[in-house]
């Protein structure tokens, strides 16, 4: 992926959040710059007020490499793959993956959010969390997800958030 893609990501990311954010917390923060490569946190956000939001941003799969079929650069999930596992399906020598998300998906989930909890990202820092596959019904996970990290401190002081992959459905996590 490219700088530039990455950052058009983590802004139409960033934006879809602060248009549910906004309205729940009653703020008017606006994208005002994103970072560059190896720059973190991703996205800086100010108020009219002048009040500072950074927002870390990553995405979640509910299969490896459904990013990458998200932006077009693996072909896993085109029709010509999709044929073409039903016909091993047919034959028997396959058998339809299912993605449940108390499964592989909440695992995933869990697993991206170790990697961000071990870094240290300064104040005013939420991070956002974006789908790249289904859009799950997240609360029904939530106590697990929130076990999981029961005694590990949150480096995230504005929250950590589940944005949906349309970015109409923000869910708070922490």
């Not at 170790?114 to 996970?141: I, T």
Request: include cysteine; hydrophobic fraction near 40%; proline fraction near 4%.
């Amino acid at each position: 992926m490219s700088d530039t893609e990455t950052q058009a990501i983590e802004r139409a990311t960033a934006e879809g959040f602060l248009a549910h954010y906004n309205a729940r917390e009653e703020t008017d923060y606006r994208v005002v710059a994103v970072a560059g490569p190896g720059e973190s946190p991703d996205v800086k956000c100010v108020s009219s007020s002048g009040d500072e939001l950074w927002l870390e941003v990553t995405i979640t799969e509910d299969n490896l490499r459904d990013a990458q079929a998200l932006l077009g650069r693996s072909e896993h999930k085109s029709p010509d793959a999709l044929r073409a596992l039903l016909h091993k399906v047919k034959k028997g020598a396959a058998k339809m993956p299912i993605t449940r998300v108390d499964g592989s998906v909440l695992q995933i989930l869990i697993d991206r959010l170790r990697r961000k909890f071990e870094k240290r990202y300064g104040s005013n820092v939420a991070l956002v969390v974006r789908e790249a596959g289904v859009s799950w019904d997240w609360e029904l996970v939530l106590p697990t997800v929130r076990d999981a990290f029961h005694s590990a401190p949150n480096p995230f002081d504005r929250g950590v958030w589940l944005l949906s992959l349309a970015k109409d459905r923000l869910t708070r996590v922490f």
